[in-house]
Nanobody, 122 residues
Framework: QVQLVESGGGSVQAGGSLRLSCTAR????????MGWYRRAPGKEREGVATIYTGSGISYYGDSVEGRFTISQDHAKKKVYLQMNSLNVEDTAMYYC???????????????WGQGTQVTVSS
């Protein structure tokens, strides 16, 4: 089992930045990728970014490409999501996830955190 704990959400004005953190605990050797999803009210869950923890290769959803950056501290089992140029459409609950990713561009979906709220105001 892997436990994921997110932090760093909050409220920010449009154009601002936030950084989310996710710490993994437990049997992390059973996973090879970590990532972030989000779900806005009335919308489906969306994959935001994922990083393959061994290679450091990352993938992004189209709506955040160029504005968000996923990174990791492999030794500390932490993944970060730096979010810049935030807009109101980025308002959502953000979830950290971990799992095994074997296909190009795959997102993890086996283990989930509780989520952290990001609210962007105009």
């Amino acid at each position: 089992q892997v436990q994921l704990v997110e932090s760093g959400g909050g409220s920010v004005q449009a154009g601002g930045s936030l950084r989310l953190s996710c710490t993994a605990r437990g049997d992390t050797d059973s996973t090879n990728c970590m990532g972030w999803y989000r779900r806005a009210p009335g919308k489906e869950r969306e994959g935001v970014a994922t990083i393959y923890t061994g290679s450091g290769i990352s993938y992004y959803g189209d709506s955040v490409e160029g504005r968000f950056t996923i990174s990791q501290d492999h030794a500390k089992k932490k993944v970060y999501l730096q979010m810049n140029s935030l807009n109101v459409e980025d308002t959502a609950m953000y979830y950290c996830a971990a799992g095994s990713c074997w296909l190009h561009g795959a997102f993890p979906d086996k283990y989930w955190g509780q989520g952290t709220q990001v609210t962007v105001s105009s």
